[in-house]
């Protein structure tokens, strides 16, 4: 009796995907690079992103050729993400070789602790390419196939009318013009317009007009394009962070492409007995703010450039110090009895 042939063992959907990445890496790690694409990493200007002891262009080379990039701006753009990732690799005291930074732990790492600044959407979107070129220049068990979304992170606790109190008078009390201008940038538009680290960082003082007494407005750019009329309470503060300068020159900061200008403001500031100061923060508070106010969630939602309500969701917890600074019960309100 002659033996049963044995049925050919099915392979499964992830066993097919992981060979065909395998092959395509095999693919990828023996290409050769375009002298256009050449010549985009070769001129990349890699000083924009800080300081590294170790030389970056040869992980640019290295990574972008084992990758799936072929068009020529995506390798430009990447440049961008990959440089990023490699001066906080370095600073970590990590070789920047592709088997080392395109990790999925490094890349969170980077993503937690070097852009703990930016915005959620941007740090959610680097950390999608980076392991998107992971995924290609290093597969294997530091990359997994299948990657787990960035968790999201809650709004942090505005500042209780208090706190925003010494915070302004803080501002209004430094002891060097310039400082007190920078300082007075920071605090006026983050409690005043709602403006984050991301906001503060490409606007120029053309972007803020002054309609006497109709208050000031503010014109945002980036991610969250907007128009922004600027809270009564922080007016006067506004007009001294711009008093005397020209038109074509930065908020804060001198430089576009410096990252976390905010931060360095504020470590460079006289504050005594104040707390912490925080863009996100005061950003938060000035949602609290106009929440305890008869403002429409749908003009709230116009001027933080939200896209959704799930941001308002997370400062509602912490709006019943401005109830109570505002002597609103929340019943009166309900009813839709006057304020």
Request: charged content about 25%; overall charge positive; hydrophobic content about 40%.
């Amino acid at each position: 009796m002659s033996p049963t042939p044995q049925r050919a063992r099915r392979v499964s959907k992830a066993q097919a995907l992981r060979h065909r990445e395998a092959l395509a890496a095999q693919a990828s790690a023996h290409r050769d690079l375009s002298p256009q694409a050449v010549r985009i990493i070769a001129t990349f200007d890699i000083t924009r992103y800080g300081t590294t002891t170790q030389p970056v262009r040869p992980f640019l080379t290295d990574a972008i050729t084992r990758s799936r990039l072929t068009g020529l701006e995506s390798i430009r753009k990447h440049c961008r993400h990959l440089t990023a990732l490699a001066v906080f690799s370095d600073a970590q005291g990590l070789p920047l070789r592709v088997e080392v930074v395109l990790t999925t732990d490094n890349i969170d790492d980077y993503i937690r602790r070097g852009m703990h600044a930016e915005s959620r959407d941007n740090r959610a979107e680097r950390r999608r390419r980076l392991l998107w070129v992971a995924q290609s220049a290093n597969p294997g068990p530091t990359v997994p196939a299948r990657l787990a979304p960035v968790g999201y992170q809650a709004v942090k606790a505005p500042y209780t009318p208090d706190e925003r109190a010494t915070i302004l008078r803080a501002a209004r009390t430094q002891p060097t013009e310039r400082g007190g201008q920078q300082l007075a940038a920071v605090v006026a538009l983050g409690f005043g317009a709602g403006a984050d680290s991301i906001d503060l960082r490409e606007l120029w003082i053309h972007d803020i007009t002054d309609h006497g007494l109709d208050g000031l407005t503010v014109a945002f750019h980036g991610s969250r394009p907007r128009i922004v009329p600027v809270r009564r309470v922080v007016e006067d503060l506004l007009r001294q962070a711009i008093a005397g300068r020209a038109p074509d020159e930065l908020v804060i900061g001198q430089e576009v492409t410096r990252r976390n200008t905010a931060a360095r403001v504020i470590a460079h500031a006289a504050l005594y007995k104040v707390p912490h100061i925080e863009p996100a923060r005061m950003r938060a508070t000035w949602l609290a703010d106009l929440m305890t106010d008869t403002v429409p969630l749908a003009v709230i939602l116009q001027a933080a450039g939200l896209k959704s309500a799930r941001t308002l969701t997370d400062v509602l917890p912490h709006t019943s110090a401005w109830l109570q600074a505002k002597t609103i019960p929340g019943t009166t309100l309900v009813r839709g009895g006057a304020k």
